[in-house]
């Protein structure tokens, strides 16, 4: 029996491309390079299924071909929003993500980013490293408590959640939520959280501001300057969702002028490229896009994908289906 033919854009965990290689005639993209558009054209006239991730832009361009042979993209990640979904229906090609078994170690680092700023750690680091600590004093890098504090969590799905858990119930944190649908009142009650109707009445009550949402044109500059003058002048932004959804050039203007306590960013407008305004901010913690980086959550997302890629070629329903 001819086994389908599978591209893995980048590279996987070893355990990962090991079972899909003996599962499928699976093409490994050894360089780790991203593909260019041209590159992911061919590959959908070629292969019978597609792997890509976050950092593989398959828009009108790469699907631009007269018959694909490609049935699934299999995305490895939860969003998918780097994925032109409407012309890929068109073709008839099926998409499924990789949610859930991510959400805890995405939270793990919402929480990580949010003590860091608020606590002044990389500050800190940055102070060590360079031989510049001259030892303790009573008003040496002052920050700001976390525990006990208000947070405003923007989506509340799977990993918004993941948060709230981890601050109210590791920091005592009180919960406020927006999200775009009602939340069911046990899902809030489990946080003893608070669902508000708007972003704007999110802003002014919290300390702290965690994006737990999708990113894509919809959400495209959320956080814009106007919503930024809502947040309070002692209060962080966080965000580990999407890049587009924070106005960069606001975001800077922000911290720049102390209109904002301090901003914590894993995801940036156009990664792996930093708006150079943003590197100037002292008040602003920023990592590279590490939400879901450890084993276990890498791991599990490839095997996720196996799943879906091994439902879909049985003739089953995947179960993370998005198109
Ligand atoms: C995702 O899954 O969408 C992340 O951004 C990568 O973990």
């Given at each position: 029996?001819?086994?389908?033919?599978?591209?893995?854009?980048?590279?996987?965990?070893?355990?990962?491309?090991?079972?899909?290689?003996?599962?499928?005639?699976?093409?490994?993209?050894?360089?780790?390079?991203?593909?260019?558009?041209?590159?992911?054209?061919?590959?959908?006239?070629?292969?019978?299924?597609?792997?890509?991730?976050?950092?593989?832009?398959?828009?009108?361009?790469?699907?631009?071909?007269?018959?694909?042979?490609?049935?699934?993209?299999?995305?490895?990640?939860?969003?998918?929003?780097?994925?032109?979904?409407?012309?890929?229906?068109?073709?008839?090609?099926?998409?499924?993500?990789?949610?859930?078994?991510?959400?805890?170690?995405?939270?793990?680092l919402?929480?990580?980013l949010?003590?860091?700023?608020?606590?002044?750690?990389?500050?800190?680091?940055?102070?060590?490293?360079?031989?510049?600590?001259?030892?303790?004093?009573?008003?040496?890098?002052?920050?700001?408590?976390?525990?006990?504090?208000?947070?405003?969590?923007?989506?509340?799905?799977?990993?918004?959640?993941?948060?709230?858990?981890?601050?109210?119930?590791?920091?005592?944190?009180?919960?406020?939520?927006?999200?775009?649908?009602?939340?069911?009142?046990?899902?809030?009650?489990?946080?003893?959280?608070?669902?508000?109707?708007?972003?704007?009445?999110?802003?002014?009550?919290?300390?702290?501001?965690?994006?737990?949402?999708?990113?894509?044109?919809?959400?495209?500059?959320?956080?814009?300057?106007?919503?930024?003058?809502?947040?309070?002048?002692?209060?962080?932004?966080?965000?580990t969702?999407?890049?587009?959804?924070?106005?960069?050039?606001?975001?800077?203007?922000?911290?720049?002028?102390?209109?904002?306590?301090?901003?914590?960013l894993d995801v940036?407008?156009?990664?792996?490229?930093?708006?150079?305004?943003?590197?100037?901010?002292?008040?602003?913690?920023?990592l590279?896009h590490l939400g879901?980086?450890?084993?276990?959550?890498?791991?599990?997302?490839?095997?996720?994908?196996?799943?879906?890629?091994?439902?879909?070629?049985?003739?089953?329903?995947?179960?993370?289906?998005?198109?």
């Amino acid at each position: 029996m001819v086994r389908p033919s599978v591209l893995i854009t980048r590279r996987w965990p070893e355990a990962v491309e090991q079972q899909l290689a003996q599962n499928y005639d699976v093409m490994l993209n050894r360089s780790d390079r991203p593909l260019t558009p041209d590159e992911f054209r061919d590959a959908i006239k070629r292969y019978d299924a597609v792997l890509p991730t976050v950092t593989d832009k398959i828009g009108p361009e790469a699907l631009d071909v007269a018959k694909p042979q490609t049935k699934i993209l299999a995305n490895y990640g939860v969003g998918y929003t780097h994925i032109d979904v409407e012309r890929a229906k068109t073709h008839g090609i099926a998409i499924t993500n990789t949610p859930d078994v991510l959400s805890e170690c995405t939270a793990d680092l919402a929480m990580t980013l949010m003590l860091m700023v608020a606590r002044r750690a990389g500050d800190g680091e940055r102070e060590l490293r360079a031989g510049n600590w001259s030892g303790w004093r009573p008003t040496h890098l002052v920050g700001t408590k976390v525990s006990g504090k208000t947070l405003g969590i923007v989506g509340f799905g799977r990993i918004g959640q993941e948060m709230a858990r981890r601050a109210h119930f590791g920091f005592g944190m009180r919960i406020i939520v927006f999200n775009r649908s009602p939340v069911p009142s046990g899902t809030l009650a489990q946080f003893n959280a608070v669902q508000v109707d708007t972003i704007e009445d999110l802003l002014p009550q919290a300390d702290f501001v965690s994006l737990h949402c999708p990113g894509g044109a919809a959400n495209a500059k959320m956080i814009n300057a106007a919503r930024l003058d809502l947040m309070n002048d002692d209060a962080f932004l966080i965000n580990t969702a999407r890049g587009e959804v924070v106005d960069e050039a606001a975001l800077a203007q922000a911290l720049m002028f102390d209109t904002i306590g301090g901003a914590a960013l894993d995801v940036f407008e156009r990664e792996p490229a930093v708006n150079p305004m943003l590197a100037q901010c002292d008040n602003l913690v920023m990592l590279p896009h590490l939400g879901s980086a450890t084993r276990e959550a890498r791991q599990a997302m490839g095997f996720r994908v196996l799943d879906n890629l091994n439902d879909f070629f049985d003739g089953k329903a995947p179960r993370d289906r998005v198109a």
